[in-house]
């Protein structure tokens, strides 16, 4: 990324170990993400050209001499956030918040260096087939991300939950939701292909009303009550708003967008009763329960990838996401 | 209450019966809080004189015909918000945000009129003893705030614990964390009586340091790692900022200081991974088993009375605490 609108594919040297924990990945999959149009918009400002991308999934080309949970051969995942999982804050399962983290980049790319790769990655039980490629990479961030909305908000079996929001993450938090036991859920969104593929997830109504008249809604379908869970999956200060005012008393928020601006008013909290816990989502935290599902086939979040291209031609990706003509890029190196 | 720094006792006529679900209470102790001090120092606005406080325990004088669960004679504590206590905000626990919640007022007085009394009273198994009274007046606000502040910030045994602010309800809020089992409890505090007080109700250390400093020394007695639960019984944005700042990621800060001025970013929050949830206490949710605990010695909380005095000179218990002479004056019609 040379800085807004300009993502150049270019040859670089090839990653090596330079600790004993790494391991270097050759790159099955990758995608774009919605935080990284932050600085496709000229919004986060880069001082330098960076390789980009902290979404990835492959197969594991050399290790450090000090990993020992996975070898080389094995198809793995791994989070956008490189851990330990050994600190106090991973055993609490909060690895984006690991004493020794590491936020990921240059994923999108043909192979990638990463870090405390014992802590890190998870291998899948064997080389995976094709097609469930699109799947396991969703638990690199954006799965796991929509399922750390559902439950920082407490999503609980019976309950019903709106979800603000319909990118990919909102799409793959309607998901979570479902799998939770969420009784019913709102699905907030103006966009057809959207709209299908939330039903398609579970969402039980969609509400295309935003802002007062979203909230209006939202209290309208629950007698007036509020929605018992929220996810916030957009990230301005609106979309929080929204979800607080969304919220019955003592029911939680889980937010996941990326804040750019938002502050909330100890009033309105304050008043509203609603809690909100949310943050990077520790994707770790839930790799293992959702490999599994994935390959049981018990979820297909691979279905938010309605783009596919090879990696030279990523910046249409950009492109796509940015106009809202794609909900995700898909990107084989 | 005329205006900044204005108490006056006045004789009014004795309250009446309005609605078949009110009762008349001939009030056996009142007390001033300390959100009653926001507008007498001006903060908050009065626009006419102004029956004040909202805390109050007494003897059942009089029931409306619909009034079925106390009885004349009875003694009855209920919460500074009346609730029907069958709505499905106050099924879910949260009565101050009830649907006919009606928050009360005038109790600094001989005599109260209290509405939806089924759902706000609670009896106490006998009249009690004069001694009692002060610990069972607690449980009106102060001591359900506290345990609240606690159970918001999900308390559980073996925890760390830290407490923001020394007033009655920072106080009782390390009582409550003791009794639901924390380890360690961190008092903040730089007053020397108010310090003694909170090692009485449990706390393991005093932390004099503020912001920044406070900051910093709850993460150093914590390995690096910041207190399990934080409450937060202050309400500045600079309290509000101090308590997410002092908790490990996943942990919750509960707040129950009445905001003024308080807003959170999003980013704090969103890097932080730290939880919030808040709000006017549901105390009316805790009542039974608070009293239980009072009436089977297992706590004290009426130990906050510092000063005691006549209903005549309440306004000099209003200025005692404005200038944190007392901690919280116990007053007798």
Known sequence: MYGPGDVRVEERDDPKIVEPTDAILRISATCVCGSDLWAWRGINRL????P???????????IGSEVTSI??????IGSFFASDNTCPHCRAGYQTSCQHRALMSGCQAEAVRVPLADGTLVATPEVPPKELIPSLLTLSDVAGTGWFAAAA??????????????????LLGVLAA?????????????????QKLAREYGATEIVTERGDEGVARIKDLTD???ADAVLECVGTDESMTQAIRSTRPGGF?????VPHGVNVPGELLFSSHVGLLGGPAPVRRFLPDLIDRVWTGKIDPGKVFDLTLPLEQIADGYRAMDDRRAIKAFVLP
Chains 1, 2 share one sequence.
């Open 52 to 62: 980009f991308g902290h979404e990835y999934c492959g197969i594991v080309e050399e």
């Open 153 to 170: 908000a407490n999503v609980q079996p019976g309950m019903t939950v709106a979800v603000v929001g319909d990118g990919a993450v909102g």
């Open 224 to 226: 007036g009550i509020g």
């Open 178 to 194: 479902a799998q939770l036991g969420a009784e019913r859920i709102l699905a907030m969104s103006r966009h057809e292909p959207r």
């Open 47 to 50: 001082t330098e050209p960076t």
């Open 253 to 257: 928020v889980g937010f996941v967008g």
């Open 71 to 76: 070898k080389v051969g094995e198809f793995v």
